[in-house]
């Protein structure tokens, strides 16, 4: 699927203000996507930029300022087009699965609460990987409320779980967690999707997990749409949780200041 996407994001300051190094994870991450075209807009203009890749595998782009500004402007512009997954997945083994050498991706946070819920289903679908992840997946989609929450971390997998409600990226650390708590290596991905508006035709950062299957690498699953990623998600940044994932990173120095952060983001896809 071909997409345009045009990202905006502006912080305003009360006073002027010295701003410190900054990071952005606003490039498409390049195992699910082929840039064709891209650029940022920067304003103030930064006096030096690095692009590398994360120890994530994530495009980041770095830079620095000088001097001082009460406005800080970034604006993302990119088109190219999602490499779909080709490979059927292999067989695999009856869960649980055990810990392999993966152990960064099947981190701390399980609960007693998730565990019960993620191993009723996995008893539910005989044990069977690919049948488990469809059931959860689908299970997050019909039983839970989806709502969007602007600002804040994701809620913890335990709180969503009791609440019956989250943001995608809270659906998205409970699936995680559930998939940890059967031994599937799971992360944390932040991009865009191609299928919904809010209701007043507003476009928003995405979130979903993806699951490591041996042989055949990483694999999407979006539980707030209730689908298996194919060509319709453009991925940032993954990571093993939400922290690393964030578009915007830096700061700033000044006395007795405030902030305010406003972002607009344009998505065309077809």
């Excluded at 891209?38 to 030096?48: G, S």
């Excluded at 709180?159 to 990226?169: F, I, K, N, S, V």
């Excluded at 997990?209 to 690498?217: I, K, L, N, Q, S």
Aim: one cysteine or more; aromatic letters at 10%; proline letters at 6%.
């Amino acid at each position: 699927m071909r997409f345009s996407v045009q990202h905006e994001t502006c912080y305003q300051y009360s006073v002027p203000v010295s701003l410190g190094d900054h990071l952005l994870r606003l490039t498409p991450r390049p195992d699910s996507f082929r840039v064709l075209q891209q650029n940022f807009e920067i304003d103030p203009e930064p006096v030096w930029r690095r692009d590398e890749l994360d120890r994530y595998g994530t495009p980041v782009t770095r830079f620095g300022f000088s001097g001082e500004t009460q406005v800080l402007r970034i604006v993302s512009k990119f088109e190219g087009e999602t490499v779909s997954y080709a490979e059927p997945l292999p067989g695999l083994q009856p869960l649980p699965w055990s810990q392999g050498s993966m152990v960064e991706y099947l981190g701390a946070g399980e609960n007693a609460p998730t565990h019960r819920f993620a191993g009723d289903l996995a008893a539910e679908c005989g044990g069977q990987a690919e049948t488990f992840l469809n059931l959860l997946t689908r299970v997050l989609f019909e039983r839970f409320d989806r709502h969007i929450r602007m600002d804040g971390n994701a809620q913890s997998a335990a709180e969503t779980l009791a609440l019956g409600r989250g943001a995608c990226r809270d659906l998205a650390v409970l699936f995680m967690a559930a998939c940890r708590s059967q031994g599937i290596p799971a992360r944390f991905v932040s991009g865009y999707q191609a299928f919904s508006e809010t209701a007043d035709g507003g476009r928003h950062l995405h979130a979903w997990p993806e699951v490591w299957f041996p042989g055949a690498g990483w694999r999407g699953y979006d539980p707030t749409h209730g689908i298996a990623v194919r060509d319709g998600h453009v991925a940032l940044a993954a990571a093993p949780d939400q922290e690393a994932t964030m578009p915007v990173e830096g700061g700033f120095w000044g006395n007795g200041v405030t902030s305010t952060l406003d972002y607009r983001v344009r998505i065309e896809a077809g």
